[in-house]
């Protein structure tokens, strides 16, 4: 039993978060450790480093203004006031003949020779070097300068303080470090732990939705934001599950209610056509209007199917940048013979040029669609206007006519499915034209505004974020 527990435990996402948060904070830990460790070192041996230059700059100048003798005597001076196993001068020629050295018994043999030959080859008169005693365990900073035409001076510091400090740093920051880890360790338990109380919920949720209980959501409470946002996506992805249902249902309800007349027609043609003998024109003729209406049957259904993917976002915007105004002219262009066989005036009053980032192909169905539907319902000598424009942030594409009109009552309406206006029952068409127009100009976030009026004309307004 303790062995099962065990091994569910370590399975288990409260373990597997609170492990990753103990060894995510302690990589993290160690990485800030390592720079700040470093960063110590190199900001100490700036600071060493420029004390030496100084040191060799100060005599430097005294060799200018008193040469040799006055800067050996200098020199003596300088290391008398210096613990010698601490610090050591030595002043040489280029032939390595010393000047003046202080007492190097503790410091061994240092090369100074093969220094001096790197600064010739590399053109510096300052080298400075950490060098590794093979008789001691500590370490020296040196620094070889040329301080005149055939002076080399050379003076080193132990490392030993310095080495000390940051043992003692390193030493401390361990103690903490472990402290820390085991303080995270604890922390990242009781995070966890809140974090998996809080996911239990949304399992509940899914267990009840997948016993058919499709209107239950998650409760958002005032808890992390990252729990919240998961609630709110959450919530948001069984809304529009739900709204697809919706959606499917309504499908069904049309396809049952408003099909019905459409495979009425096309059987009545096929047993008119049965019962009594006719010639093969007449059959060919029976054949014609049979696929006239299941293209009318087959256009209806991929329009509902358009309109309800449209709706529950399910195959998304395809976006690119396209020229607007090219896309309105070819639209006008396309229904112009249609406007002058019924002598309405198609008229448009566009900007040179409008380039916008959406769906071209939705963006085409709404401005046919719309155009359609305003020639359609425009008698002969009317008019339809088209005319686009980007200001205030939006822009803004707008579709008047001098037709028919819409009666306050159909206006709440006219976006619904299947809905026909009185007037609009002796043209062709099913009434999905408007339907497909709101989804789809919801779908690349923009909205539809209609202004109408009997016998006044109509006003279709698209509004979108330019």
Known sequence: MFLRKLHDLKNSLLFRLTILYAVAFTVLAAIGFLIFYYRIYAVTMERLDFELLE?????????????????????????????????FYRLSNFKGDVLFSTDMSFWGSIDQQSQLQKM????????????KFAERDDKARTVTSIIGPDSV???????????????????????????????????????????????????????????????????????????????????????????????MKEINDN????????????????????????????????????????????????????????????????????????????????FRPIAEAKKIHLQTDLPESLTVTSDRKKMQRIVTNILENAIKYTPADGAVTVSAAAQNGELRIEFADTGTGISANDLPHIFERFYRCDRSRSQGGVGLGLSL???????????????????????????FES
């Not at 040469?67 to 601490?86: N, W, Y």
């Not at 010739?120 to 950490?130: A, S, Y």
């Not at 990252?226 to 709110?232: H, K, M, P, S, V």
């Not at 919801?442 to 539809?448: D, L, M, R």
């Open 55 to 87: 040191k060799t700059g100060r005599f430097t100048a005294l060799m200018k203004d008193a040469g040799l003798e006055g800067v050996r005597p200098a020199i003596a001076d300088e290391a008398a006031s210096e613990d010698p196993q601490e610090d």
């Open 437 to 463: 127009v709101k989804a789809y100009t919801e779908s690349i976030n923009g909205t539809v505004h209609v202004e109408s009026a009997l016998d006044q004309g109509s006003r279709f307004a698209l509004v």
């Open 153 to 247: 001076l050379q003076i080193g510091e132990s490392l030993e303080e310095v080495d000390e400090y940051l043992d003692i740093f390193l030493q401390l920051f361990s103690i903490l470090i472990v402290s820390l880890i085991l303080a995270s360790t604890i922390i990242g338990w009781l995070l966890a732990r809140r974090a998996t109380i809080d996911m239990q919920e949304v399992t509940e949720t899914a267990e009840e939705i997948s016993k058919g209980a499709y209107d239950r959501r998650v409760q958002i409470k005032a808890r992390y934001r990252e729990i919240e946002r998961l609630g709110a996506t959450f919530n948001r992805m069984l809304d529009r599950i739900q709204s697809l249902l919706n959606s």
């Open 120 to 131: 010739q080859n590399d053109g510096v008169t300052d080298l400075i070097q950490t060098i």
């Open 255 to 334: 396809i049952a209610h408003d099909l019905r007349s459409p495979l009425a027609r096309i059987r009545g043609i096929a047993e008119m056509s049965l019962l009594k003998e006719k010639s093969v024109d007449a059959y060919k003729e029976m054949a014609v209007n049979t696929i006239e209406e299941c293209d009318s049957l087959i256009g209806m259904i991929n329009t509902m199917l358009d309109i309800t993917e449209a709706e529950a976002g399910v195959n998304g915007v395809e976006t690119e940048k396209f020229e607007l105004v090219e896309l309105l002219r070819e639209a006008c262009e396309l």
